[in-house]
C-alpha cells in the first residue's frame, strides 16, 4: 500500500515521517524536476509492510510554486506513478482553521483518508481540546491525536492506517457550482476523470501540468474559453466557501480556554533574536560556536580515523606482495580517501547543528534578519532561503530556486549562491587552518582557529552579497518581488531527528565524494607513477649510478628517486606547465595539480595531495597528510611550502572560485544553456584569482 503524508509547512509532517520509517528511508527527486522526494518503509503492528512517501508542504492544491505543484499533480492524477492509495494528511492542531483548507480539499479528491492531528502536547498547554470523535463523525475519516515529536500515539496511527482499507469512504464536501458543471462533465468526460474535484483542479491550472500533450492543452483551452471560466474569481468564491465550512466543523468540534491577551514566549524570544542588532549579534555568536566546536569537539575522532587508515596502511604494506596493484591501491585509493574521510566528524558537527537550528524554529529567523541585509542590495527575501542552505551545499540550493517568481531575482541567487561556503570547502579550510593557525585560546572556549574559519564563511557571504548588488544593476528587470513566510514557534530539538539528518548528510557525503575520489586518485596516481619513457629510463640510470648510491643511504636514494620520478610523470609535467601562471599566488605545482582534480569537488584538493605525497613518499611512512604537508619543504630554497601567505591564499582561492561539476551542472539545467553557467565560472575564476594574489603578496 502506497501512503502519502500531505500536509502544510512547519505541521511536523517531517518529523512523522522520520518516526514512521526510521533509517528506511531514501532520498531523490521526482521524475523530471529538482524537487526533493523523501520515500522509505514503515512495518505496521501486523508485520504488514507499507510504503511512506513524504509530499513537499503546501498550502493549497492551487499551486502558487513548484513544490505545490507536484502535490497536486499526484493528489489529482489517479495515472501518476506516486498517486497513493492512502493519504494522512497531517494538521498542527493549535492551527487547525488554517491547515484543514488544505484537508478539505484533498478529502474531495475521494482518496481514502486518516486526519492526523499533530502537535496534540502544545494544544493541552494552550487549553486547545478537540473532540475527535466528532470531528471524525462530521468527516467521515479516521482522527488521530498525535504528538510526532514526543513519539505519543503513533502506534495509534500505525492501526489506523491498517484499518484504513475497510474504513468508509468519506463524503465530498464541497460542490461543483453549476457555472463549472457542463467544463467539470466535459473534461471528466474526455479525460476519464472520475472524480468531479480533480477535473475542476485540471481546469485550474492544465497550463502548468507537465503530463498533457499540446493537443490536450489546445483541447482545454477550447473548453474553458467555450464555458467563459474564470479560475481566479472561482478559486476565491471556493475558498470563502470552505472557509465558511470549516468555521461550522470548529464551533462543534473545538473548545478553547480564553486567555488574557498577552505577549507570547515565542513573541519575547523574538523581541531579542530578531531585534535589528542584538539579533545580528546573536547570530554571529551562534555562528562562532559552531565552528568552534567544529574544531574542538573533531579533533579526537579524526585522531582516531587517521590512526586507522595508518594501520591499514602498515598492515597493506606487510602482507600485500610488492607491485603495482599494491601500490595503486594503498598510494593511490586508500591515501586519496583516507585523506578527505578523516574529516567527516567536521562534517558531522556542521550538519548537527544545521539541523538542531532548523528544528528549533531559529532557522528561518536568520532568513527573516537576513531578509532586511538583502533588500538592501536589491534582493528579495526568498533568495535568502537558497543563500542559507548553500552552508551544506549549492546543488540543492541552486534547485530551491525554483519556488522565486521574479525571473531577475531567480538568476542572480543562482549566481551568487556558489560564493557560500558549503560543506565541500569545509575539509580544505580545515586542513589549511591546522597548519599556519595556532590553537591559542581567544577567549574562553574560542580560539584563534575558530575566528578563521568563521571568518572565511564570512568572506564568502560578503563576496556573494557584493556580486549580487552589482548584477542588480547589470541585468534588467522590471518584475516585483516580495516575501512571505510563516515563522514557526520555537521548539526543542528533537534528536532523533537531529541524528537522522546528520546521518544521511554524512553518508550522502562519504559515497558520493567517495565515487569521485576513488575515480580520480586512480587516475592521477596512474599519471603520478608514470612518464614519458625516456624521461623515466634516464632516472633510472641515474639512480643506478655507483657515485649516488655510494654517497647515500638506501632510503635517502629511494625518497630522491621517488620525487624526481614524479617531477617527471606525465601529472608532473602538467603542473610544471601550469605553475608560471599560479606562482604569484604562491601555489607549487603539486597545488596546481589539486587545483585542476578539484574541479570535480572541492574536497578532491585534499585527497590528491595525500595520493600526490603518499606516490612521492615521505621521512615518515606513518605521518598523516597534515603532518606531510606541514613539513614539505621547496626543493629549491629549502623554505616551507605551506607559509602563513600561501595557506591563506589558497583558503581564499578556494572561498570563491568555482570547483564543483555537480554546481555547474544544476546550474545548466536550471537555466536551460550554457551561458549563465559559463558567466558563472568565469567571474568566479578570476574573482578566485585576484583575491588570492592580493592576500598573498601582502602576506609574503
Given amino acids: 500500500m502506497k501512503v502519502a503524508l500531505v500536509g502544510n509547512p512547519n505541521t511536523g509532517k517531517s518529523s512523522l515521517f522520520n518516526i514512521l520509517t526510521g533509517l528506511n528511508q531514501k532520498i531523490g527527486n521526482f521524475p523530471g524536476v529538482t524537487v526533493d522526494k523523501k520515500s522509505g518503509f514503515c512495518k505496521l503492528a501486523d508485520n504488514q509492510v507499507v510504503s511512506i512517501i513524504d509530499l513537499p508542504g503546501c498550502y493549497s492544491l492551487y499551486p502558487k510554486t513548484q513544490d505545490e505543484a507536484i502535490v497536486s499533480d499526484i493528489l489529482s492524477d489517479k495515472k501518476n506513478e506516486f498517486h497513493p492509495d492512502l493519504v494522512i494528511v497531517v494538521v498542527d492542531v493549535t492551527n487547525l482553521k488554517r491547515n484543514l483548507l488544505l484537508y478539505s480539499q484533498v478529502a474531495d479528491l475521494g482518496i481514502p483518508l486518516i486526519l492526523a492531528l499533530n502537535m496534540n502536547d502544545l494544544a493541552e498547554k494552550e487549553q486547545i481540546a478537540v473532540d475527535a470523535d466528532k470531528l471524525s463523525e462530521l468527516l467521515g475519516v479516521q482522527v488521530i491525536k498525535i504528538s510526532a515529536r514526543n513519539n505519543e500515539h503513533i502506534e495509534d496511527l500505525k492501526k489506523a492506517i491498517s484499518n484504513a482499507p475497510s474504513f468508509a469512504i468519506h463524503s465530498s464536501a464541497y460542490s461543483i457550482p453549476q457555472s463549472s458543471q457542463n467544463l467539470v462533465d466535459k473534461i471528466s468526460h474526455e479525460f476519464d476523470y472520475d472524480n468531479e474535484y480533480a477535473s475542476l483542479l485540471l481546469a485550474h491550472q492544465y497550463s502548468a501540468a507537465k503530463h498533457l500533450s499540446k493537443n490536450e492543452t489546445d483541447k482545454l483551452d477550447s473548453f474553458i474559453e467555450e464555458q467563459q471560466f474564470h479560475s481566479a474569481d472561482q478559486q476565491v468564491e471556493e475558498t470563502i466557501w470552505r472557509y465558511t465550512y470549516i468555521d461550522k466543523l470548529i464551533k462543534e468540534c473545538v473548545q478553547i480556554a480564553p486567555k488574557p491577551i498577552e505577549p507570547s514566549l515565542t513573541d519575547k524570544i523574538d523581541d531579542v533574536l530578531t531585534h535589528k542588532f542584538w539579533g545580528f549579534a546573536i547570530f554571529f555568536l551562534i555562528l562562532l560556536v559552531i565552528f568552534q566546536s567544529v574544531f574542538s569537539w573533531a579533533e579526537y575522532p579524526m585522531a582516531l580515523i587517521e590512526n586507522l587508515f595508518s594501520w591499514i596502511d602498515e598492515v597493506g604494506h606487510q602482507y600485500l606482495p610488492a607491485g603495482v596493484f599494491a601500490d595503486l591501491l594503498l598510494n593511490g585509493i586508500l591515501a586519496g580517501l583516507g585523506g578527505v574521510i578523516v574529516f567527516v566528524p567536521q562534517i558531522a558537527i556542521l550538519f548537527a547543528f544545521i539541523a538542531i537550528l532548523e528544528d528549533t524554529g531559529y532557522m528561518a529567523r536568520i532568513t527573516f534578519l537576513m531578509d532586511k541585509l538583502m533588500r538592501k542590495v536589491g534582493l528579495s527575501g526568498k533568495s535568502v532561503v537558497p543563500m542559507i542552505g548553500g552552508l551544506a551545499c549549492a546543488v540543492p540550493s541552486i534547485m530551491a530556486t525554483r519556488n522565486i517568481e521574479n525571473w531577475k531575482d531567480r538568476i542572480i541567487t543562482i549566481m551568487v549562491t556558489p560564493l557560500i561556503s558549503c560543506a565541500a570547502r569545509l575539509p580544505v579550510y580545515i586542513l589549511l587552518i591546522s597548519l599556519v593557525v595556532p590553537d591559542d585560546k581567544v577567549w574562553g572556549f574560542f580560539d584563534l582557529r575558530g575566528l578563521t574559519l568563521l571568518a ?28 512571505i513566510m510563516e515563522l514557526p514557534i520555537y521548539r526543542k530539538p528533537r534528536w532523533k531527528n537531529v541524528f537522522l539528518t546528520m546521518f544521511d548528510k554524512v553518508m550522502t557525503f562519504i559515497f558520493e565524494v567517495g565515487k569521485i575520489i576513488i575515480a580520480i586518485s586512480i587516475v592521477l596516481w596512474v ?174
Avoid at 549 to 565: F, G, N, Q
Fill in 456 to 483: 572565511l564563511y564570512i568572506l564568502g557571504t560578503v563576496g556573494a552579497v557584493f556580486v549580487a548588488w552589482i548584477m542588480k544593476r547589470l541585468i534588467k528587470g522590471k518584475e516585483a518581488s516580495y516575501f
Fill in 527 to 700: 599519471a603520478a607513477s608514470y612518464g614519458p619513457p625516456s624521461r623515466m629510463d634516464s632516472i633510472t640510470a641515474k639512480y643506478e649510478s655507483p657515485e649516488l648510491i655510494d654517497s647515500h643511504s638506501a632510503a635517502e636514494l629511494e625518497r630522491m628517486e621517488s620525487s624526481e620520478r614524479l617531477e617527471n610523470s606525465y601529472v608532473g609535467i602538467l603542473g610544471k606547465t601550469i605553475e608560471p601562471v599560479i606562482r604569484p599566488l604562491g601555489f607549487d605545482w603539486k597545488i596546481g595539480i589539486a587545483l585542476i582534480t578539484s574541479v570535480a569537488a572541492r574536497e578532491v584538493f585534499v585527497g590528491t595531495m595525500a595520493t600526490i605525497y603518499s606516490v612521492e613518499g615521505s621521512d615518515d611512512d606513518t605521518a598523516n597528510i597534515r603532518e606531510i604537508m606541514a613539513a614539505a619543504k621547496d626543493p629549491q630554497t629549502g623554505a616551507k611550502v605551506y607559509t602563513t601567505a600561501t595557506a591563506f591564499s589558497l583558503m581564499v582561492f578556494y572561498a570563491f572560485a568555482m570547483q564543483c561539476l555537480s554546481t555547474i551542472a544544476v546550474v545548466k539545467r536550471e537555466t536551460n544553456g550554457w551561458k549563465w553557467p559559463a558567466i558563472q565560472f568565469g567571474y568566479m575564476t578570476v574573482m578566485a584569482y585576484l583575491a588570492s594574489l592580493i592576500v598573498y603578496q601582502l602576506l609574503r
